[in-house]
C-alpha cells in the first residue's frame, strides 16, 4: 500500500483550520451585526474592513478565493470588493527552517547538490506559496515555486467557510444565483494546488507562443518539480505601471501584447489565463517582450462555450436577438425570456463594447481602473430584481475575470487601439469543429487530457 501523504486531508490540521477561520468569521460577524445597529451611513465600509482582516490574517485558499471573488464585478458591495481586492499578494514569507524541509521533503535530502545555488530567502511571497531564485546546474537562472504546509488540508475547511462569502452575494443580490460561481471557484482553487498541472499548463501556453519572441512563457523544469513544488526558468522584467508614463506606442504595444496573449489562446485552444494580476506578467527590455507568468489558474472550455462567445459577439454585431438568445443559450444560460436577454445584453455590450466599434478608442472613456465595469454590472442587477432570477453559469467566472482585469491594465495603459481588428485576428479560421479537434490534440500532447 502506497504511503499516504501526510499533508492530504490531515484532520487534526483541517480541524485547526476551519476554527482560526471559523473564529476569525464569528467575530467578523459579530462585528458586522453591531455596525448594522450602530454603524449609521459608514456602517458598510467598516463591515468591509472587518471582513478583510479577519481573512487578512491567514495565508491559503479563502484569501485566494476572497481575491477573486473580488475580481467579478458587483457581485459584492463595492466597499467590501475593494477592501477584498487589497488583500495582501505579497504575504510574509516561510522563513529557512521551512524552505529546507519543503525541499528535502520534495527532493530528497540531498536536494541543494541539484542546484547550482539556491537562496533561502523568499523573492516573493504570495497566499498559497512563495518563490525563491536559484541557479541550475546547467547554468540557468531559475524561480522555485515552494507551496506552503498543509494547503490541501486548509482547502477543504476553506471551501466550506467560502458559502459564507457567496451566501452574503445572494442575501444582497437575490436575483443572481451565485452557486456555480462557488462550485467554479472552488474546483480552479483545488487544480492551484497541483504544480505538477500548473507545469502542464505553461508547457501548454509555451508551445502555443513558441514562435513568438514577443511573448515569453517560462519553461518548467520538470525534473526538479512535484506536485507542491514548482522549478521553472527565471524571466526578468519591469511590471505594467513603470510604463504608465512611457510614449503612445509602447503603452499601445504592451495592450496589444496582453489582448493577444490572453484572447488568442481562447479563440484557437478553448483555454484562458484566469488571473490577470499586475504581477503575473511583466516586459523585458523596452516592453518587447512580454513575459507571461504565473499558471496556476487557467481555465479550459468546453468548444461550445466558446463557439458561443463568438456567436454572441456576432449577435450583438448584427442586432440579431434570436441569436443573441440562442448564443446565451450556448454559454449556459438557462431560463431566458426576451426581456432577461435584453437585461443580461447590458453587461455584454459593456465587455464587447471595444470590439463592436470599429476604430482605433480607448477602452472606456474616462473610467478609472479600480471602477472598470462596476456602473453597468449594478445596472444589470437592479434589473434582474425585476427580470430574473438567472444562474450565472460556472465558465463565466474567469472569462469575466479576465475580461475586467485586462480592461483594468488597458486603462491605466490609457492604450488607444482597434479592439475589434484585433479579435478579428484571432477568429480567423474559427470554428467550434476545428477548436475541438486543435484543444484534443495540444490537451494530450501536454498530458491535460
Same mark, same amino acid.
Given at each position: 500500500?502506497?504511503?499516504?501523504?501526510?499533508?492530504?486531508?490531515?484532520?487534526?490540521?483541517?480541524?485547526?483550520?476551519?476554527?482560526?477561520?471559523?473564529?476569525?468569521?464569528?467575530?467578523?460577524?459579530?462585528?458586522?451585526?453591531?455596525?448594522?445597529?450602530?454603524?449609521?451611513?459608514?456602517?458598510?465600509?467598516?463591515?468591509?474592513?472587518?471582513?478583510?482582516?479577519? $481573512?487578512?490574517?491567514?495565508?491559503?485558499?479563502?484569501?485566494?478565493?476572497? &481575491?477573486?471573488?473580488?475580481?467579478?464585478?458587483?457581485?459584492?458591495?463595492? #466597499?467590501?470588493?475593494?477592501?477584498?481586492?487589497?488583500?495582501?499578494?505579497?504575504?510574509?514569507?516561510?522563513?529557512?527552517?521551512?524552505?529546507? !524541509?519543503?525541499?528535502?521533503?520534495?527532493?530528497?535530502?540531498?536536494?541543494?547538490?541539484?542546484?547550482?545555488?539556491?537562496?533561502?530567502?523568499?523573492?516573493?511571497?504570495?497566499? $498559497?506559496?512563495?518563490?525563491?531564485?536559484?541557479?541550475?546546474?546547467?547554468?540557468?537562472?531559475?524561480?522555485?515555486?515552494?507551496?506552503?504546509?498543509?494547503?490541501?488540508?486548509?482547502?477543504?475547511?476553506?471551501?466550506?467557510?467560502?458559502?459564507? @462569502?457567496?451566501?452574503?452575494?445572494?442575501?444582497?443580490?437575490?436575483?443572481?444565483?451565485?452557486?456555480?460561481?462557488?462550485?467554479?471557484?472552488?474546483?480552479?482553487?483545488?487544480?492551484?494546488?497541483?504544480?505538477?498541472?500548473?507545469?502542464?499548463?505553461?508547457?501548454?501556453?509555451?508551445?502555443?507562443?513558441?514562435?513568438?519572441?514577443?511573448?515569453?512563457?517560462? &519553461?518548467?523544469?520538470?525534473?526538479?518539480?512535484?506536485?507542491?513544488?514548482?522549478?521553472?526558468?527565471?524571466?526578468?522584467?519591469?511590471?505594467?505601471?513603470?510604463?504608465?508614463?512611457?510614449?503612445?506606442?509602447?503603452?499601445?504595444? +504592451?495592450?496589444?501584447?496582453?489582448?493577444?496573449?490572453?484572447?488568442?489562446?481562447?479563440?484557437?485552444?478553448?483555454?484562458?489565463?484566469?488571473?490577470?494580476?499586475?504581477?503575473?506578467?511583466?516586459?523585458?527590455?523596452?516592453?518587447? !517582450?512580454?513575459?507571461?507568468?504565473?499558471?496556476?489558474?487557467? !481555465?479550459?472550455?468546453?468548444?461550445?462555450?466558446?463557439?458561443?462567445?463568438?456567436?454572441?459577439?456576432?449577435?450583438?454585431?448584427?442586432?440579431?436577438?434570436?441569436?443573441?438568445?440562442?448564443?446565451?443559450?450556448?454559454?449556459?444560460?438557462?431560463?431566458?425570456?426576451?426581456?432577461?436577454?435584453?437585461?443580461?445584453?447590458?453587461?455584454?455590450?459593456?465587455?464587447?463594447?471595444?470590439?463592436?466599434?470599429?476604430?482605433?478608442?480607448?477602452?472606456?472613456?474616462?473610467?478609472?481602473?479600480?471602477?472598470?465595469?462596476?456602473?453597468?454590472?449594478?445596472?444589470?442587477? &437592479?434589473?434582474?430584481?425585476?427580470?430574473?432570477?438567472?444562474? +450565472?453559469?460556472?465558465?463565466?467566472?474567469?472569462?469575466?475575470?479576465?475580461? +475586467?482585469?485586462?480592461?483594468?491594465?488597458?486603462?491605466?495603459?490609457?492604450?488607444?487601439?482597434?479592439? !475589434?481588428?484585433?479579435?478579428?485576428?484571432?477568429? #480567423?479560421?474559427?470554428?467550434? #469543429?476545428? @477548436?475541438?479537434?486543435?484543444?484534443?490534440?495540444?490537451?494530450?500532447?501536454?498530458?491535460?487530457?
Amino acid at each position: 500500500m502506497a504511503d499516504k501523504d501526510p499533508e492530504r486531508d490531515r484532520l487534526t490540521g483541517r480541524l485547526g483550520r476551519f476554527a482560526r477561520v471559523g473564529a476569525g468569521l464569528t467575530a467578523a460577524g459579530a462585528g458586522y451585526g453591531a455596525n448594522l445597529l450602530f454603524g449609521g451611513d459608514a456602517a458598510e465600509e467598516r463591515n468591509a474592513r472587518l471582513l478583510k482582516e479577519a $481573512l487578512g490574517k491567514l495565508k491559503g485558499p479563502l484569501m485566494k478565493a476572497a &481575491q477573486m471573488v473580488a475580481t467579478v464585478p458587483d457581485l459584492l458591495p463595492p #466597499e467590501f470588493a475593494k477592501q477584498l481586492a487589497e488583500l495582501q499578494a505579497n504575504a510574509p514569507a516561510m522563513g529557512a527552517g521551512f524552505v529546507r !524541509r519543503r525541499m528535502a521533503a520534495e527532493l530528497g535530502a540531498d536536494w541543494e547538490s541539484k542546484f547550482q545555488s539556491f537562496e533561502l530567502e523568499a523573492a516573493a511571497a504570495a497566499s $498559497l506559496g512563495q518563490v525563491h531564485r536559484a541557479v541550475g546546474l546547467d547554468g540557468r537562472r531559475l524561480a522555485v515555486k515552494l507551496q506552503y504546509p498543509e494547503m490541501e488540508s486548509a482547502l477543504e475547511s476553506d471551501l466550506s467557510q467560502m458559502r459564507a @462569502l457567496m451566501a452574503l452575494g445572494r442575501s444582497l443580490y437575490g436575483a443572481v444565483d451565485t452557486s456555480e460561481i462557488a462550485v467554479e471557484v472552488s474546483e480552479r482553487l483545488r487544480e492551484e494546488l497541483d504544480y505538477g498541472r500548473e507545469a502542464r499548463h505553461m508547457a501548454l501556453y509555451g508551445g502555443f507562443f513558441d514562435a513568438r519572441p514577443d511573448i515569453a512563457v517560462p &519553461q518548467p523544469v520538470f525534473s526538479l518539480s512535484t506536485k507542491r513544488l514548482l522549478t521553472m526558468e527565471w524571466l526578468d522584467g519591469r511590471g505594467l505601471m513603470t510604463f504608465k508614463t512611457a510614449d503612445q506606442e509602447t503603452r499601445n504595444r +504592451i495592450a496589444r501584447l496582453l489582448f493577444q496573449a490572453w484572447w488568442t489562446p481562447m479563440t484557437k485552444l478553448g483555454v484562458i489565463h484566469g488571473d490577470p494580476h499586475l504581477g503575473n506578467y511583466t516586459f523585458a527590455g523596452e516592453a518587447d !517582450r512580454l513575459n507571461l507568468l504565473d499558471f496556476g489558474c487557467v !481555465r479550459i472550455f468546453p468548444p461550445a462555450f466558446v463557439g458561443g462567445v463568438v456567436d454572441l459577439y456576432r449577435a450583438l454585431s448584427s442586432g440579431d436577438r434570436e441569436a443573441q438568445m440562442a448564443a446565451y443559450r450556448g454559454w449556459g444560460f438557462k431560463g431566458l425570456t426576451p426581456e432577461l436577454v435584453e437585461t443580461l445584453n447590458v453587461w455584454a455590450r459593456f465587455i464587447y463594447g471595444p470590439l463592436l466599434d470599429d476604430r482605433v478608442r480607448t477602452v472606456a472613456d474616462g473610467v478609472a481602473p479600480g471602477e472598470y465595469g462596476r456602473r453597468e454590472a449594478f445596472a444589470m442587477k &437592479q434589473a434582474l430584481q425585476e427580470k430574473g432570477p438567472v444562474t +450565472i453559469p460556472r465558465e463565466f467566472v474567469f472569462m469575466d475575470r479576465a475580461a +475586467i482585469g485586462l480592461g483594468a491594465a488597458f486603462l491605466h495603459l490609457g492604450a488607444e487601439l482597434n479592439w !475589434r481588428s484585433l479579435f478579428e485576428e484571432s477568429l #480567423e479560421g474559427f470554428s467550434v #469543429e476545428v @477548436l475541438a479537434r486543435r484543444q484534443a490534440a495540444t490537451l494530450q500532447a501536454v498530458g491535460l487530457a
